[in-house]
């Protein structure tokens, strides 16, 4: 298979790509087990795509089960460069209106169950070889500029920048939680942004995401609270919004440069070259291998 440049990962109300041509389902297993469902690859106006549905088809697995390590881990053995994120999120803003689409910029972590590294054991407490990956802004900016046009060319309503928090889930907020989060100024809310767009960076690769707002979470005094009722009406509204926005971000895409974090992980390795053992080598072969 040719090498894939662009991923899709698409979040609640998003499992497919309908317009992907001549689509192959590909399945992966990685070490850190097997991704969300089948890797779909297509070509989209020419350029070649891997859509992957995070939560696997029909939904099936919850925020904090996401095996996210393996889900970036497979799009990196398909060679992608551009991961394009698609997720639902509460508002915490009475400017970011529910239907409205934020590319955010920024990302403030409240989870805590879950493996945030490709070199980390969680059972071992280690992996044999320590990595500080530099995540200050942890979104790639030239592939949100690439999200951000494409949105505003669908003439949806598009917030350009912002904090996401993301919590633990799968439940939602209590008041006083969400209410904490409005106050601290953040923009939207959801739950699965983390650990994927460390773990992208750590693969070198550029992540992005379109939140799509579904809701006001719990803070907002006159609205009411968030349902999964709530939240399905709203991805299903903006769906086709979705879709089409990320079709736009593929074409303006085409020919684009190497992803900026393709040498990320060049002066985060610390451990030295020596001291690695072979079996991590050789697990982690497709990461680090030309670092060493």
Known sequence: MDRVRIGVIGGSGVYDMARLAEPEEVRLETPFGAPSDAYVVGKLDGELVAFLPRHGRGHRISPTNVNSRANIYGFKALGVEYLISIGACGSLQPEFKPGDIVVPNQLFDRTCRRAASFFDDPDSGTAGLVVHISVADPFCSYLGGVLSRAVEATGHTLHRGGTLV??????????????FYQQM???????????EAFLAREAEMSYATMAHVTDYDVWH???????????????????????????????????????????????????????IPPEVRARLQLLIGHYL
């Not at 993301?166 to 209410?179: D, H, N, Q």
């Not at 100024?185 to 650990?195: E, N, Q, Y």
């Not at 974090?261 to 070259?273: E, H, N, S, V």
């Open 166 to 179: 993301t919590i633990e889930g799968p439940r939602f907020s209590t008041k006083a939680e969400s209410r």
């Open 221 to 275: 005094e006159t609205e009411a609270p968030v349902t999964v009722e709530m939240v399905v009406q709203q991805l299903q509204a903006n769906a086709d919004t979705a879709k089409d926005a990320v079709a736009k971000a593929i074409g303006l895409l085409r020919g684009a440069p190497p992803s900026p974090y393709a040498g990320a992980l060049k002066d985060a390795l610390i451990t030295q070259k020596s001291a």
């Open 185 to 195: 100024g953040f923009s939207i809310i959801g739950m699965t942004a983390i650990p």
